[in-house]
């Protein structure tokens, strides 16, 4: 048998492997982006509250076994192109793949702060209807959200302010309803919180007015049709919340503060991080096909990104002072068409790195493994101290980048990042007074150094020239 017949014996399996491993990450990632809400770019970044789910188990065998496939032939794959299309091959899904991270903070930062939101998970896609304006602070706001099976509609003080398309069975959970922050996320709201209503069906625009000016009884039950939790709020002393609706949904004060300006006689207050009230899951707390949450709020200042007055976990259904917002049709559309972009991006990338034999650089191979491991390293540095905006992780590789650069300009530039992003770090942990920043913040930065790391990367490669020690060594391949 000629040499070009046992190479093209060996090619044609090789590229049925990696097509094979292709469609295998492709089947994990949809796996995992159709188990459990997705929750943004945010995730590659290890950011508190935005890992990986238990729900996202079971896509493991899938990317072991695809892994393990790229592993084994992408090399001989690879080994089959000029070197400067591999060199292009590398780049370009590393500039793709950083431009798409460099998006992720858009949507947080162009969030006005404190506009309210409500929504929940609708057989398996979470909506939300948000507002037109922000609650005014320091003084009381009227939020209500009804869902009837076909539309959400967000109330501000009694007037319909927002409504979304909306169809489907509210997701079911055994997990804890939250008030005045969340978990995992972490979205605390800062302010005074006041008759919290949870109904199983859609109130009406008189019904959600006749709640407005009726307070929660402090003592007895309030009688109301489909009421399955009511939180009155004055008691004025201890840890118990108690539930008005005589379906035996208390809750546990943790952290927060009774005060006695409520809107109706005593109120809780949330001024930190970790103050919540906790009522355990319960069927009686399942809204399935129809509910109506509803809440008086008085934020005591203006903080943008979600607030959370109640929440479901995770993402059955939540009503927020603060929120994310939908400015025009079709944005939700083109952030799922970017999440589809960065896994496409993210598995040409690994495709092309993960083959056995690296290309040459400066006369030498370098194995990928280094960053990998310095990556999330420092990952799991910037999570424990999540939420500062710590860049350990990029940190790192930007540094690695920097010792194993071919060319002084490379090193250079590489270093200067690297001392970015360590001022940066310094600057959350060590400054005056800190970088005020949330758990998001924080995985939001790190997306956005990593962006920053990869298109400075890719850029760089694909300007190198092929030459010299380089060309040498790849005649020998």
């Known amino acids: 048998m000629s040499g070009d017949a046992r190479r093209g014996s060996t090619t044609c399996p090789g590229n049925l492997s990696v097509g094979i491993a292709v469609a295998l990450l492709v089947a994990a990632a949809c796996g995992v982006f159709l188990w459990e809400p997705w929750h943004g770019p945010v995730v590659l970044s290890l950011s508190e509250g935005h890992g990986i789910d238990a729900g996202d188990l079971p896509a493991l065998p899938l990317l072991a076994l695809a892994v393990a496939l790229i592993h084994s032939r992408a090399g001989d794959a690879l080994a089959q192109s000029p070197w400067s299309m591999r060199r292009l091959a590398q780049a370009a899904p590393a500039v793709a793949l950083g431009g798409l991270l460099l998006l992720v903070g858009v949507d947080t930062t162009s969030h006005p702060p404190l506009v309210p939101a409500g929504g929940g998970t609708f057989n398996g896609h979470t909506q939300h209807a948000d507002g037109p304006r922000a609650d005014p602070v320091n003084r009381w706001s009227h939020l209500a959200l009804t869902y009837d099976g076909s539309k959400l509609r967000l109330y501000l003080d009694g007037t319909e302010v927002s409504n979304r398309m909306a169809t489907g069975t509210i997701r079911m959970t055994t997990d804890p309803l939250w008030i005045g922050g969340n978990n995992p996320y972490g979205e605390y709201f800062p302010g005074v919180i006041d008759e919290v209503r949870v109904y199983d069906r859609a109130l009406s625009r008189a019904e959600v007015r006749a709640d407005m000016s009726r307070p929660i009884p402090s003592e007895g039950i309030e009688r109301a049709v489909g009421l399955v939790a009511a939180y009155g709020f004055d008691a004025g002393s201890g840890r118990r919340a108690a539930d008005s609706s005589g379906k035996g949904n208390t809750g546990t004060i943790f952290g927060a503060t ?118 999330l390293a420092g990952s799991a540095a910037d999570a424990a101290l999540a939420p500062s905006v710590t860049l350990i992780g990029p940190a790192l590789v930007a540094t690695w980048c920097a010792r194993s650069a071919g060319r002084r300009h490379e090193a250079a530039i590489m270093y200067l990042l690297a001392a970015a992003f360590t001022a940066l770090t310094v600057a959350s942990v060590l400054g005056p007074g800190g970088i005020e920043s949330t758990d998001d913040d924080g995985g939001i930065a790190r997306s956005i150094a990593l962006g920053w790391l990869l298109v400075t990367a890719g850029v760089l490669f694909a300007l190198r020239r092929s030459g010299g020690a380089e060309a040498r060594t790849d005649k020998r391949m």
């Open 258 to 375: 009774w005060t006695s300006r409520g809107r109706f006689g005593s109120a809780v207050r949330f001024d930190g991080a970790g103050q919540t009230v906790r009522v355990p899951g319960s069927g009686g707390l399942d809204l399935k096909d129809a509910m109506t949450l509803s809440a008086w709020v008085r934020p005591t200042e203006s903080q943008a990104g979600w607030r959370t007055v109640l929440h479901r976990q995770t993402d059955a259904y939540f009503l927020a002072a603060g929120g994310g917002t939908y400015p025009a049709e079709g944005v939700g559309a083109l952030d799922d068409v970017r999440v589809v972009l960065m896994v496409i991006a993210a598995l040409w990338l690994c495709v092309t790195l993960a083959g056995r034999r690296p290309p040459p650089v400066a006369g030498r191979r370098l194995w990928y493994w280094p960053p990998v491991v310095l990556s």
